[in-house]
């Protein structure tokens, strides 16, 4: 399979590369051969008639910037995959694209699933949601994955900054009021690579979610991280109201992933095992 992956940089398509398996070549296009902000240049890439399926695995990821740059969050996070997507359609291929927890409300403490009703709190999660609607609208075969909190070995993560803040402090205080599934870009990408061939093979595809387990607080999360990588510095839990940021963000990031592994029989991954891996990684 000839596939066209958008993105060669980030922590999802850096692992993609990693992990491509036998029977599968791909080409990342990285800012410098499809930057997203020129949405006519993404479609022109597809268009070569030798590709067999897209991954969008690049977007604007600056969640608070995009409270003060909403207009190119939206072009780059909205108008370019809804390109992509409506360039796939009329090429008969599969598009899969990568949305996230933040076009939720994050009221209520239920695991949120796929059909549940959308209404994002900022910038980043309005423009995420403008280009779900454009994938669904432009009536191809697609997957759209909503995913949450990823972290890897590369590129700028909450494991990298805990890491690096264990390493100067004895105590760091971090938010414990905010739930949800922190998920390795590997298994993401995994994930991608397995739903791209069943829908080569016909899987219908649609929306899905995909996050670590168990969901955990982000004060869980870096609580673990210090002892796996066997740092001492203590985790205080605070409220979110104690560490203001620009754009808001939900308190309900859980995921229910039901769905996904009843279509394509992928389960949620054990996020402490991924941070095992990444630490390692980092380590060597
Ligand atoms: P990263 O922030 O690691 O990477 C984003 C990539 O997009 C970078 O390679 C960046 O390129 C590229 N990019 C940004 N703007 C443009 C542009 N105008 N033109 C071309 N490329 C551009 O993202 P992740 O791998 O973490 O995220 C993958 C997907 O997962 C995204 O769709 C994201 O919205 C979603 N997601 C991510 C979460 C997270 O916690 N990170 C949580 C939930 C969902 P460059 O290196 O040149 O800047």
Redesign the pocket.
């Known amino acids: 399979m000839k596939l066209l992956v ?10 993609l590369q990693r992990r491509l398996p036998a029977g599968v070549q791909a080409v990342f ?4 051969h ?5 949405t006519a240049s993404c479609a022109a890439a597809i268009a070569d008639g030798r590709t067999e399926a897209v991954i ?7 969640v608070d910037k995009a409270e003060s740059e909403e207009a ?1 969050a939206s ?3 909205g108008d ?1 995959p809804t390109a992509m997507a409506d360039a796939c359609a009329k090429a008969q291929i599969p598009f899969l ?6 076009v939720f409300s994050g009221q209520g403490d239920r695991p949120f699933r796929p059909e549940d009703p959308v209404a994002p709190l900022g910038a ?1 999660g309005r423009s ?1 949601l403008k ?1 779900e609607e454009g994938v669904r609208a432009a009536g191809g075969q697609h997957l759209i994955l ?7 070995s ?5 494991v990298k900054t805990m890491l690096r803040l264990g390493r100067e402090r004895d105590l760091l205080k971090v938010v414990a009021d905010q739930h949800g599934g922190p ?1 390795p ?1 590997s298994a ?1 990408a995994d994930a991608l690579l397995l739903a791209v061939q069943a829908m080569k093979a016909g899987a219908p595809g649609g929306t899905h979610h995909f996050s670590g387990a168990p969901d955990a607080s982000w004060a869980d999360f870096a609580r673990e991280i210090m002892t796996r990588a066997g740092l001492s510095c203590r985790i205080e839990g605070i409220p979110t109201r104690d560490y203001p940021t620009p754009a808001q963000r939900p308190l309900n990031s859980r995921l229910d992933c039901s769905a996904l592994e009843a279509a394509f029989g992928i389960p949620r991954p054990d996020w402490r095992s991924g941070l095992d891996e990444v630490l390692k990684e980092l380590a060597a």
């Open positions: 958008f993105g060669k940089t980030g922590q999802v398509a850096t692992e296009l990285g800012r410098d499809a930057d997203l902000a020129d969008n695995a690049a977007a604007w990821t600056a190119l072009v780059v996070n370019a694209h990568i949305s996230t927890d933040y980043y995420k280009g909503r995913t949450s909190w990823v972290f890897s590369h590129g700028a993560n909450f998920t870009a993401i």
